[in-house]
């Protein structure tokens, strides 16, 4: 199953008969493998990765570190969850160190970002404090890189 998932994660598109080959399985056995991955919760979607900048779609992404204050009889658990239902967070990671859950979300200006923490994440009873990073170039994400833009490489003469 691992394998299948590795996989499965750096090509979801790739076809059913070509991971059965290189399983050295059929493919209603790689389909059975995706079915019972997908009801144990293994695989929880599949997405396409974009780049947003290069598709011409203004998009400004921020990663915010935030300290709470943990519940006594359910830790970070409770926090993590209600600042994951917000529609603007697109992720929510507990993290050791210096701060307690980095939160990343995604939107149409800095502003937009800016009005989302001061208003809705700030006043939480449970955030003790927040710093927020704006994204400025993305250079690899899921494991993929994104190759700068090509250079134009013609010669040309000044008069």
């Not at 203004?58 to 359910?74: D, G, N, W, Y």
């Not at 701060?99 to 502003?111: A, E, P």
């Not at 700068?148 to 000044?158: F, G, I, K, Q, V």
């Amino acid at each position: 199953m691992e394998e299948l998932l590795r996989i499965l994660e750096k090509n979801a598109r790739m076809p059913i008969e070509d991971i059965a080959a290189m399983l050295d399985k059929t493919p209603q056995e790689v389909a059975a493998m995706m079915d019972e991955a997908a009801a144990k919760g293994y695989i929880r979607g599949y997405e396409t990765l974009v780049d947003w900048e290069r598709a011409g779609v203004s998009l400004v992404e921020a990663v915010i570190e935030l300290r709470v204050t943990p519940h006594k009889s359910c830790g970070f658990d409770d926090i993590g969850a209600a600042i994951a239902d917000f529609d603007e967070v697109d992720t929510v990671l507990l993290m050791s160190g210096g701060y307690d859950l980095q939160v990343i979300i995604k939107g149409r200006s800095f502003q937009e970002i800016a009005l989302f923490v001061a208003k809705r994440l700030s006043p939480l009873d449970d955030v003790i404090s927040t710093a927020t990073s704006f994204v400025l170039r993305a250079y690899k994400r899921g494991g993929r890189l994104y190759q700068a833009e090509e250079t134009d490489e013609r010669e040309w003469t000044m008069l």
